[in-house]
């Protein structure tokens, strides 16, 4: 918990934020006092006593509690399905088959909403527009993102006469059908952004599916916003394609924190490492994550057996991480990377361990 809502809670000071958070979910605009006032202190400072207390009421359990429940079980819980590690088979680049033995797992936990809303929940913004491409509907519910560009997007999909997608997002039938939809990620500025598509496991038919967008921005200015481009393509290379603008907003904050050689950007909902000194013939690889907490507990962020992130990309000496599920950044003890160095001259393995 931040010290600002320890104080608050404490019946100190109540952000601004925090009070028109909790006038607009009342659907207030401002507050109208009546033009007969008292002149009896006492009886003032009770009403001031009374208002307060209904902010923080309102403010921490109508307005906090429930506000997102659905965006957070979805993005940051349950909502997307769990994968076992597996064995499978991964056709490269030449065409090669190439068997991976022990395909990494992803571990899904149901997130605290309680510290999840504290944590993030005034970052979260509903955007709630729609467009439609023929028979296809497809509408941005809410938003997130941190400082690095980390991020999630929900966003429905229907389509009355079937959108031809099966549970897991693949399509129906052995066949790609005659039209289907897709969509790309880019800057108000066109830079293209990475993104990864999770399908919500509760509420799909035939008619209907809801998607997590995982993003990872990583070159996104604090001043650009988001573009999500929707299309219908047909088998003779036709297309329609419509927009959705999501503006820039207020991101969650992150933390910094150096050791040799690398910088650290965290927040409750991704990861931004950067490595010092990196050439153009270089690169790294992660072969493991971890966060730990002081209650002794760890997040295993990413190891050979197991992948708990949304979404990875990476450019230069840059690595992005979105994760799965909401971290208490006030209650860590410790960050743990380990990284293979790839160079012309040398490979190598380097652990980087950051006592915050």
């Not at 296809?136 to 809410?142: A, E, G, L, Q, S």
């Amino acid at each position: 918990m931040y010290s600002s809502e320890r104080i608050m809670m404490a019946f100190g000071g109540i952000s601004d934020r925090k009070i028109e958070n909790t006038a607009r979910a009342l659907g207030y605009c401002s507050i109208q006092y009546p033009k007969q006032r008292t002149t009896i202190r006492t009886h003032k400072v009770l009403i001031i006593a009374a208002t307060l207390a209904l902010i923080l009421a309102l403010g921490i359990t109508a307005y906090a509690l429930g506000a997102h429940s659905e965006f957070f079980h979805n993005v940051f819980g349950t909502g997307v399905s769990e994968q076992e590690a597996k064995t499978v088979n991964i056709t490269d680049s030449n065409g090669n088959t190439v068997k991976t033995e022990n395909y990494p797992s992803q571990e899904r936990v149901e997130a605290d909403e309680e510290q999840a809303e504290l944590l993030i929940g005034e970052y979260v913004s509903a955007v709630n527009q729609s467009v439609r491409i023929g028979d296809y509907k497809f509408t941005v519910r809410d938003v997130v993102f941190d400082a690095s560009g980390n991020g999630a997007v929900t966003v429905d999909l229907d389509n009355s006469n079937g959108h031809g997608l099966k549970a897991d997002g693949s399509f129906e039938g052995d066949a790609v059908p005659f039209t289907w939809s897709g969509y790309s990620v880019w800057s108000t500025g066109g830079t293209p952004i990475a993104s990864r598509d999770y399908v919500i496991s509760e509420g799909y038919s035939n008619t209907h599916i809801t998607f997590v967008y995982s993003i990872t921005a990583g070159a996104l200015a604090s001043d650009e916003g988001i573009i999500l481009r929707f299309g219908v393509y047909s088998k003779d290379d036709s297309r329609e394609e419509a927009e959705i603008i999501i503006p820039a907003a207020e991101r969650i904050p992150a933390h910094e924190y150096y050791t040799d050689g690398l910088k650290v950007m965290l927040s409750p909902v991704g990861m931004a490492l950067s490595f010092d000194n990196m050439r153009n013939d270089e690169e790294y690889i992660i072969n493991e994550v971890t966060i730990s907490y002081t209650d002794g507990n760890c997040y295993r962020v990413a190891d050979e057996n197991e992948a708990n992130y949304m979404n990875a990309a990476g450019g230069g000496e840059n690595i992005h991480l979105t994760f799965n599920r909401i971290v208490d950044t006030d209650s860590i003890d410790s960050i743990s990377v380990v990284i293979t160095h790839i160079g012309d001259q040398r490979t190598s393995e380097e652990t980087y361990s950051i006592l915050t």
